[in-house]
């Protein structure tokens, strides 16, 4: 799981100074609501890969959710960042 990537960027910098070449992260979940997450990635260098975002989750929890918790969720995600 990927939140603002700050966690990343140390995981890359320590293996990095290993002399190992980190183009590419993968997470499952990549939150993608943190505009310091985008920073973070382009300070590393690298691409970060994933199955799935917040926005996704939206998409389709209106099929699984009830309007009261769909609307639970949505201002959730509005104000996470």
């Keep these: 799981m990927a939140t603002d990537a700050g966690s990343k960027l140390h995981f890359v910098k320590a293996l990095r100074s290993n002399k190992l070449i980190i183009n ?3 997470v499952a979940f990549y939150y993608g609501v943190y505009k310091s997450a985008d920073l973070n990635l382009k300070k590393m ?37």
């Design 45 to 81: 260098k690298v691409n970060l890969n994933y199955l799935a975002t917040w926005h996704d989750i939206i998409s389709v929890s209106h099929d699984y959710l009830s309007k009261k918790d769909q609307k639970k969720l949505e201002d959730y995600i509005l104000n996470i960042s």
């Design 24 to 26: 590419d992260i993968f």
